[in-house]
């Protein structure tokens, strides 16, 4: 079953550093979406991308994070200058849907944890 | 502000026992609720409805919307200890740029004792 891959698995980062979170979603779908899940809370939404720009993204997702389709199957996510509250898991999900349609075949990585210390 | 909400927000149980778990929402452009099986990592996904009174079933586990009363539910019956997980509710906003970000709840841990 066609999976999507998130690397690393885990990173630990000083407080200040840039980190690039990288991930592949599934070949032929075409929406890209990172959200992120703080230790004992919601999951929570960060940005959509599709079409090679970004086409929703929320309150979290200021200028220091930015998004990126480098080469057409790798998808990042980079965080310029991390701070504590950065910490959490990072998931990539993507899904094939076409149109309106928002189908089963939305798909989530295993997850990054980030460690900002 | 869209919401879900999900209740209770844990339960344990016995095998054999069988669980109801709740999500109640308030989005403005509701498209879809879904359902996920989280156990260490990576939310799995159950279930998508997307039609009032349309059960949905897959082997011990149904579900189903009530989009008058805002609200769904996802049954498992004949509880294992392999059930045990948390169980997230999301709901599909759409948005005019066809986005399809889910908005999710907190979350229900359940934890299915021997």
């Known amino acids: 079953e066609p999976e999507v891959t998130q690397t690393p698995s885990h990173q630990v980062t000083q407080m200040g550093q840039e980190v690039i979170l990288r991930c592949v979603p599934i070949?032929?779908?075409?929406?890209f979406y990172w959200y992120r899940q703080i230790l004992g809370q919601k999951v929570e939404f960060l940005v959509s991308?599709?079409?090679?720009?970004?086409?929703?993204k929320s309150e979290i997702f200021d200028d220091q994070f930015s998004v990126e389709r480098p080469d057409g199957s790798n998808f990042t996510l980079k965080i310029r200058s991390t701070k504590l509250e950065d910490s959490a898991m990072y998931f990539c999900?993507?899904?094939?849907?076409?149109?309106?349609?928002?189908?089963?075949?939305?798909?989530f990585g295993s997850g990054t944890r980030l460690t900002v210390v | 502000e869209d919401k879900v909400v999900q209740s209770p927000l844990s339960l344990v149980v016995h095998e054999g026992d069988t669980v109801t778990l709740n999500c109640s929402y308030e989005?403005?452009?509701?498209?879809?609720l879904l359902w996920y099986k989280q156990e260490k990592k990576a939310p799995t996904f159950l279930f998508m409805l997307?039609?009032?009174?349309i059960e949905k079933k897959s082997g011990r586990l149904s579900s189903i919307l009530d989009k008058k009363e805002l609200f769904s539910i996802l049954n498992i019956t004949a509880t294992q200890t392999g059930d045990s997980a948390v169980y997230l509710c999301?709901?599909?906003?759409?948005?005019?740029?066809?986005?399809?970000?889910?908005?999710f709840g907190q979350g229900t841990t359940l934890q299915v004792k021997p």
């Open positions: 997307t039609s009032s009174g």
């Open positions: 991308f599709y079409n090679n720009e970004i086409s929703e």
């Open positions: 989005v403005t452009n509701f498209r879809s």
């Open positions: 070949s032929n779908h075409l929406y």
């Open positions: 999900a993507s899904r094939r849907g076409t149109g309106m349609s928002l189908d089963y075949g939305y798909t």
């Open positions: 999301a709901v599909g906003d759409y948005f005019s740029g066809n986005t399809g970000k889910l908005i």
